[in-house]
Structure formats: structure tokens, C-alpha cells
């Protein structure tokens, strides 16, 4: 079985009768918010980031490493680097080769590549980048590799960025002067802009020459960070403002096998020493195969935390729990040889919060970090289901609350958001007092609508939610025809007004997944799309930032009729006040073709004139956001004066509405 399974049909709904309300009527409904009373808080993590290293979102997107295999690690161990005037018809003609040395079994980094140069040919050892390096004209861009003189007398490695026509964008020089494994560097600057260009290296002299991790960094990163990450990604999900940063995934948590699961103590410590290993994704979707796509670890864990704080989320890393993905091979560990995962965890707490005395707070120490990441969360297992799931993660609930009871556990509910798998999860967990379960939703667009009161009456004694992977298909469940249009977007807020006015019991939320390569993607539809010089938010990233940066402390009431506002008339509402900012913020989604008349009355405040209307729409159901017109879809902001206790506002057809309103 494969995630293709959950394919359910297609369901493409454009046009569906729930939105094709009638012709002329424009509504004019009325509400109330009661601003008198706080109905509970809203957590600061409720709206949050999903994070997962699929369709490229690490190595390629958001760890700025232009080169692709730079240690020759790859399972195909020259993928990414080509040779193209290595071979002649003759061994003797041969300009020159590059051999994979694979040195002893004990060391991580395994593999580097013996070039031989027999002549004065002309041989280029040429890496492709990540379909293509993006260079901008006046950046730098900065290089180091490993190198060791093993013969002969090669005196200089030419290092250039080129285009498709070969035409040189940037170059310097390194001179190897030693027998010994030695680190060089040079920077280069970029004399055009270039969204797939490649880099070259030529050798002066002849002999042979050992190289290993060959990288190149753009010298503008993410607060300048050497090796760091894309500045223009990072300042994306900076902007989201969110209260919670979830990783590394997703399956990539499982692994196909539990050999390939994602195992934090490989991803931290120097770069170079940190083990590569094949991406789940790389071979997951016949339709959308990425034989390329491998795991460098340069993001791990370390700069996942950092990350993090550098965007005021608090963190919360997911762990395997002894079960690979069940959708694949569903491996499972013995309960009696589960310890080393369980250590996993406790361990991984110790290195986010441990002081420098204990071992794996002195690693993050020596990392550069000797102040605790302020752990509070940590996941057991991703989507798995079953008793063998219950099982395991007894284990792991038992061993954590034992050493660290301050750390709250988020348990899995499977794959979806109902069923027989479901239920059973939700009737254990509850059993063993879970704290937060984490729920997916890949539905359809029309399912988001209809639901957006499944948890007005949830259990209020059992866990708290955390709404961890959603995002409405257009299509139908990973169908790559799937894309970020308005509707999905704007059924997805209605659907968030239902989180948000359940704020007592959903504690956290997150779009799924974040981060996609326009050329390397295995799924969609997903939050940000980027290619190697450019990215840009689609329609539905714009609907998280409106409620994660209008989400306030407090949820109040606004109903229209004594009830709740949940669909009448299409229109879907939620408010909240800010304590910090004495404002209140109501929002309002219409999924209606009509624009609609809203006059709403506050109990418990006076409006003091002053305030924000903020209008997200578009005219069709079918518009996007692309790298063409990245704000087609896009939040505008107005001046919006109320005084009193009354106000009026048009709701415009297929709108998503945040007014922001100071009062006393
Ligand atoms: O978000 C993509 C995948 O969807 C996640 O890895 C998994 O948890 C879910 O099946």
C-alpha cells in the first residue's frame, strides 16, 4: 500500500451547489459580539508551521546548499555531477576521470572522489545544483571543499558558475598545496542572474587530486549564517508570525523502512560528519518520481531548533516510535528492543533543554547554542494506527512523564479524520489521559465547509487537539493536478473559524505540507512554492497569516440569531479580543458568489473609531497565486472608522474578512 491509497475519487467541486447560491440575492444578515466575556484563552500556539523535507523543502529549498551530492554519498555516487569531456575513443586521449574512493566502514562520510587529470584536454568535473543553482547578479556566493593532493602536480582548481550556454557567471580559483586533507575556500560574484546555473571546476597541472564536500553557500543566508538557510524562505515563514514550529515531518519521521526512519542523533554535530541518507519521497510517487532526492542533514535538528527560535515559534519535533510508515512497509520494532527509541526521545529533551553539564547539553553547547531551546513539546509517531501503535506509545508516555513531566506528548490519530483506525485512537488515547492528538485532514474543499462544527461538540475531558496536517484538495487527495486555488483557500478559512471557536479544545493547527520546489515537487497543494532565485505564498498561506497575525488572547462570541455563525447564508464567523492591544477582532468568511451586508452589534465595548479592515478575495474559484502574479490573491488592508456599538460591513462573494477594531 501507498499513500496513493488515499485517493478517494475525484472531487473536483467547482462549481458546487453549496457555493452557487441564489442568483441576485445579496444577504444581509445580522450579528452580535459579545465582547463582555472572555469565552477562554487562545493558545499561543494555535496557529503554527508544518514542516516536513518533501518536494525538496530541505536540501534544495530551504538549506541554501547549491551543490547536490557534494560528498559523493548518493546510493548513485556521481548523481548530480557529469563529466562531459572525460571519455575519448582511447584510455590514453582521456582528458581525465573521477573515481569514488569508499573508505573504511566506520566513518560517515564515506566516499570522495579521486579526480585524475591526464592531460591538458580540458576535463570539468560539473554539478548540476538542485535543478539548477539560482545566482543573482551582484551576489556572492561562497565555496570550500576538502581537497588532498595525492599525486602528481595539480596547482589549481578554476571554479566557475555557468549558464546552459556555458557562458561564465562567476569565477575564482583555489591553489591545493598539500597531501593532506585540507579545507579551502573562495567566493565568488555573480555578473548576471541565472535561475539554473551549474558549477565548474577545471584543474591546471596533472595527477591525481582527492575532493569532498564540494559546497557552495550564497553569502546572503537567514541572518548571514554561514552554510544557512534561504533568507527569502525563511522571512516567509517568519511573517507567518507562528506559534509553533513541527518537524522534521511527516513520513519522513517513519521512513519507508525503519532503516530509513529520521533519526535526530545523525543530524547534528559538524555538517560533513553527518550521515546522507535516500528521502522517502525520493521514490513514493510513480507519477512524481525524484531518484535525486536524498537527505544531506545539513537542516537537522540543531538548525531546526534554531530556526525556530529565530521566528518566535516554540518547538515541537516529532520522533519515530518504533513503527515504520504503514502505508509502506509498516516494519515494526519488537516491544522488547523499543528502549533505544524511547532513549531517542529522553535524549533529544536533554539536548533542547539540558544544562552543560549533562552529555547531550554540552553537544548543544558546543554547537553554538548554550542556552536551552525551551522545549515544552515532543510527537510519538506520525500517522500510525492500530493497538501496535497504543502499545508503543505507552511505552514512550510512560518514560517521558517519568523523567521530564513538564513536557507535553502529541500522539497520532492516523492517517485520517474518521474511521475505524480513528475512533479507536481517539477511545485509547483518551484512556491513557493523552494531552494533544494530532488530526489530518486532506479533504476535498466542500468538506472543509461542512465541517466546520467538528468540535463544537467534542469531548471536553479528553485531549486537546492539535489539527497537524490539513489542506483542501481541489482535485482529490494526492492528486498531482491538485493546486493552491481560491477555494480551497477560502473553505479552508471557513473551516479555521471552527478551529478558532473551539479554542478551548484545539490547541495548535497547521497547513500541510509547507514547501515545495516548482520543479522537484512529489505533492501538492502546499503552503509555499519556490524555485532556485524566487518563491511567493499561495492563496491558502495568505489565509494562515490572517488568523495566525489576527489571532488575539481571548475567544468571544459573535452569533447571528443566538447561534453561532456557521454557514448561514454561506457566511462563517469567529472573534476574539487582544488584551495586549484592547482591540477586537472579528473575521468573516463568505463563501457565498454574493457579497453580503453584515451590521453587527458589540455587547461590552464602545468602538473608538479607529481600526482595520482586511479583505482577502478573488473573483473565481480557479485563481492562483504563481511566480507571475505572486499577490494575485492577497491581503489589502483599509482604514476602517466605527464608533459605538454598531457597525456595517460587506462581505464581498468568496471573501476572507479580518476587522480589527480598537475599543475601550
Ligand atoms: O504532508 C504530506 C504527508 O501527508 C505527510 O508526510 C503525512 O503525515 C501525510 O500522509
Given at each position: 500500500m501507498n499513500h496513493s491509497c488515499k485517493i478517494k475519487g475525484a472531487s473536483k467541486i467547482i462549481g458546487a451547489l453549496g457555493l452557487l447560491m441564489s442568483a441576485a440575492s445579496v444577504y444581509a444578515l445580522d450579528l452580535e459580539v459579545d465582547a463582555s466575556?472572555?469565552?477562554?484563552?487562545?493558545?499561543?500556539?494555535?496557529?503554527?508551521?508544518?514542516f516536513e523535507d518533501i518536494n525538496f523543502a530541505a536540501d534544495g529549498g530551504l538549506y541554501a546548499e547549491m551543490v547536490k551530492n557534494r560528498s559523493f554519498e548518493f546510493d548513485t555516487r556521481m548523481m548530480g555531477w557529469k563529466e562531459p569531456n572525460s571519455s575519448t575513443q582511447s584510455?590514453?586521449?582521456?582528458?581525465?576521470?573521477?573515481?569514488?574512493i569508499h573508505t573504511s566502514d566506520n566513518k560517515t562520510n564515506k566516499n570522495f572522489a579521486r579526480i585524475t587529470i591526464n592531460n591538458d584536454k580540458g576535463y570539468e568535473l560539473i554539478n548540476e545544483g538542485f535543478r539548477g543553482m539560482g545566482v543573482k547578479k551582484g551576489e556572492k556566493y561562497n565555496l570550500s571543499l576538502k581537497a588532498a593532493n595525492h599525486a602528481g602536480d595539480i596547482k589549481k582548481i578554476r571554479v566557475q558558475l555557468i549558464d546552459k550556454d556555458k557562458k561564465v557567471l562567476a569565477e575564482a580559483s583555489i591553489s591545493p598545496n598539500s597531501p593532506q586533507w585540507k579545507n579551502y575556500s573562495a567566493q565568488l560574484t555573480a555578473n548576471a542572474t541565472e535561475a539554473k546555473a551549474q558549477l565548474k571546476l577545471s584543474f591546471e597541472g596533472k595527477g591525481d587530486i582527492d575532493l569532498d564536500m564540494i559546497s557552495l553557500f550564497p553569502e546572503d543566508t537567514w541572518k548571514n549564517r554561514k552554510g544557512g538557510l534561504r533568507k527569502d524562505l525563511v522571512q516567509l515563514l517568519y511573517d507567518l508570525k507562528p506559534g509553533f514550529l513541527r518537524f522534521p515531518g511527516g513520513c519522513i519521521v517513519e521512513g519507508?523502512?525503519?532503516?530509513?526512519?529520521?533519526?535526530?542523533?545523525?543530524t547534528v554535530g559538524n555538517v560533513e560528519d553527518r550521515e546522507s541518507m535516500i528521502n522517502r519521497w525520493n521514490k513514493e510517487f510513480a507519477h512524481k518520481p525524484a531518484p535525486d532526492y536524498f537527505q544531506s542533514f545539513g537542516l537537522g535538528f540543531f538548525e531546526y531548533f534554531q530556526l525556530a527560535e529565530d521566528i518566535g515559534a516554540s518547538p515541537l519535533p516529532i520522533l519515530s516510535c518504533g513503527i515504520a510508515c504503514q502505508f509502506n512497509t509498516g516494519e515494526l520494532v519488537p516491544l522488547a528492543e523499543l528502549d533505544p527509541y524511547v532513549q531517542d526521545a529522553l535524549d533529544l529533551i536533554e539536548f533542547a533543554n539540558g544544562d552543560l553539564t549533562t552529555p547531550w547539553g554540552k553537544v548543544r553547547a558546543d554547537m553554538g547554542h548554550p542556552k536551552p531551546f525551551n522545549l515544552k513539546m515532543i510527537g510519538v509517531g506520525n500517522e500510525q494506527w492500530g493497538y501496535q501503535y497504543i502499545e508503543r506509545f505507552k511505552v514512550f508516555q510512560a518514560a517521558i512523564k517519568a523523567k521530564y513531566p513538564e513536557i507535553k506528548i502529541v500522539s497520532g490519530a492516523g492517517p485520517f479524520p474518521e474511521g475505524p483506525h480513528f475512533d479507536y485512537a481517539q477511545a485509547e488515547l483518551k484512556k491513557l489521559n493523552a494531552e494533544l492528538v494530532d488530526e489530518h485532514y486532506y479533504k476535498d474543499p466542500k468538506w472543509f465547509r461542512e465541517n466546520v462544527t467538528r468540535y463544537d461538540n467534542y469531548d471536553r475531558s479528553g485531549p486537546k487537539i492539535f489539527a497537524g496536517e490539513f489542506a483542501a484538495q481541489s482535485v482529490a487527495t494526492v492528486s498531482p493536478d491538485n493546486k493552491n486555488n481560491w477555494e480551497t483557500a477560502f473553505s479552508e478559512a471557513a473551516f479555521m473559524t471552527g478551529l478558532e471557536r473551539n479554542a478551548d479544545v484545539v490547541y495548535l493547527t497547521s497547513y500541510a505540507p509547507l514547501l515545495a520546489h516548482v520543479d522537484a515537487w512529489q505533492w501538492t497543494p502546499d503552503l509555499i512554492w519556490f524555485n532556485n532565485l524566487e518563491s511567493y505564498g499561495s492563496a491558502n498561506y495568505y489565509v494562515q497569516k490572517l488568523f495566525s497575525n489576527n489571532k488575539g488572547t481571548d475567544l468571544i462570541a459573535i452569533t447571528n440569531q443566538?447561534?453561532?455563525?456557521?454557514?448561514?447564508s454561506n457566511l462563517f464567523a469567529t472573534a476574539t479580543k487582544d488584551e495586549n492591544t484592547q482591540e477586537v477582532i472579528i473575521k468573516l468568511v463568505n463563501t457565498d458568489s454574493k457579497p453580503q451586508t453584515l451590521s453587527i452589534n458589540i455587547k461590552g465595548a464602545q468602538l473608538k473609531g479607529s481600526g482595520t479592515l482586511t479583505k482577502l478575495t478573488s473573483a473565481n474559484l480557479d485563481d492562483l497565486n504563481s511566480f507571475e502574479k505572486p499577490k494575485n490573491i492577497y491581503p489589502v488592508d483599509t482604514k476602517f472608522n466605527a464608533k459605538g456599538d454598531k457597525l456595517s460591513v460587506e462581505a464581498g462573494a468568496y471573501s476572507v474578512n479580518v476587522l480589527k477594531l480598537k475599543v475601550k
Open positions: 466575556k472572555s469565552l477562554t484563552k487562545i493558545q499561543p500556539t494555535m496557529y503554527g508551521i508544518f584510455f590514453n586521449e582521456q582528458s581525465g576521470i573521477a573515481n569514488i519507508r523502512t525503519l532503516a530509513e526512519r529520521y533519526q535526530w542523533k545523525k443566538g447561534k453561532p455563525v456557521t454557514g448561514q
